[in-house]
């Protein structure tokens, strides 16, 4: 290793260690790396990496679908997909749990940000199961894990990010990639809701036979459909993924402002202002990322750790767990966008080297991110749902083991099981 690789090591650990924002320390490590090995114009160099990783017309479909991801969880949704949930599986045992996950699967696939489903869905169902009997801690290990079932049902962010540092891999095939992984970690959360509430005697919502399908789906319809859209056509050619999220922000707006009247003229100021932030940290990281990836790459990195897995063992099989091993640790530690820039060019020619498909691994790859939202010390996730439930962070983590299980089971069947993520794309494709 050389003593560039070191420096950036252990001054990555040490800045982490200190709480220095993830974006300012890809790009100080790098400098300091970079000025180690005597690379010349180092400030212009990594000022060109970090501009050129930026200068995408792909990643201005994130600003989009973070501002419409704001306008949705402001502009009522949450009460309107929370009904609907509750007409469809509400009157079964454990059904407001199950009306959590559902719920989360529809607001986060509409609004593409764990965060928000968590703040929006948690801050009225968690309140509500609490008020039926159930356990509270229960009820934010549930809504934390279920929120991130959105970040792998499109139209997601870290999909978008994924895919351009991937390089040339298609948004769209991406996009339904996810489909499945995200309806098949939906499920195994809510099977474990329904065995936990059967042992503790969770029953279902009492208001859920009072409710019509019909009505509290014509309500959420509007809402919904943007999903409809945004797929119909990307896939139908009719728009690209950065116009699509032009027309999500459009459609809320429409939504929010003037259908269903909840988002006022005078919040918009503010709604913009907080897009803005958020904009501004994820295109900072893809620009200090894009910056550390060529450092990475100039030292031979991707190279070296492909041919020390490729060592562990013959078995692709004993190789991919290794690789979900590490990524499950990472996400223990680092937040889900900043892994996927700095881990995808050091990875990715692993999978591929292994046969993999480039949007399996990708799938493989965001669902074990996921899991990382949902962990102490830095699962953004947990402290969100913690705090919008008033819970203590030690007694949710373990309410939340068994939902672990259940999401480290989807993420084992969507490794070993390719056809999980790549049904849909290779039906598009034919």
């Not at 809510?190 to 208001?207: E, L, N």
Request: proline content about 5%; charged content about 10%; overall charge neutral.
């Amino acid at each position: 290793m050389s003593l560039g690789l070191c420096i950036l090591m252990i001054l990555f650990v040490a800045l982490l260690c200190v709480n220095v924002p993830i974006a300012f320390i890809l790009g100080i490590v790098t400098v300091a790396a970079a000025f180690s090995l005597g690379y010349e114009q180092v400030l212009v160099t990594i000022a060109s990496d970090m501009a050129s990783g930026i200068d995408s017309f792909t990643l201005l479909a994130i600003p989009f679908f973070i501002f419409s991801g704001d306008l949705m969880g402001a502009g009522g949704l949450a009460k309107r997909l929370i009904d609907f949930a509750n007409s469809l599986v509400g009157r079964f045992r454990g059904g407001l749990g199950l009306v959590n996950t559902l719920t989360c699967v529809f607001f986060g696939a509409i609004s593409g940000s764990a965060a928000a489903a968590v703040s929006s869905i948690g801050g009225t169902l968690i309140p509500e199961m609490n008020s039926k009997g159930y356990g509270k801690d229960f009820n934010i290990a549930l809504t934390t894990c279920s929120a991130t079932t959105g970040l792998l049902i499109p139209p997601s962010n870290v999909m978008i990010v994924y895919a351009v540092t991937a390089s040339n891999i298609s948004i769209a095939a991406l996009f339904m990639a996810g489909i499945l992984p995200g309806l098949l970690m939906a499920a195994l959360l809510m099977t474990v809701c329904v065995i936990i509430s059967s042992k503790k005697g969770y029953g279902g919502s009492p208001d859920a036979g009072k409710v019509n399908i019909m009505t509290t789906g014509w309500k959420a319809f509007p809402s919904l459909l943007l999903i409809v859209v945004v797929l119909w056509g990307i896939l139908g050619g009719v728009f690209t993924p950065t116009e699509a999220s032009g027309i999500a922000v459009v459609w809320a707006f429409v939504l929010g402002v003037i259908i269903y009247r909840e988002i006022k003229w005078v919040d918009l100021p503010a709604l913009i202002q907080r897009s803005a932030r958020t904009t501004a940290v994820v295109l900072l990281l893809v620009g200090t990322s894009s910056a550390m990836s060529r450092f990475l790459t100039n030292e031979q990195v991707p190279a070296a750790v492909s041919n020390f897995l490729m060592g562990l063992s013959d078995s692709p099989m004993m190789i991919l767990l290794t690789i979900n091993i590490m990524l499950l640790i990472v996400g223990v530690f680092m937040d889900m966008t900043p892994a996927v820039l700095i881990f995808t060019p050091i990875l990715l020619p692993v999978a591929v080297g292994l046969g993999l498909d480039p949007l399996h691994f990708g799938i493989i790859l965001i669902l074990n991110l996921c899991i990382g939202l949902c962990t102490p010390p830095v699962g953004a996730c947990l402290f969100i749902g913690c705090s919008v439930g008033k819970g203590d962070i030690a007694r949710v983590s373990k309410a939340m083991l068994p939902f672990y299980a259940a999401m480290i089971l989807a993420l084992m069947l969507v490794t070993y099981i390719p056809a999980i993520s790549l049904f849909i794309p290779s039906l598009l494709a034919d």
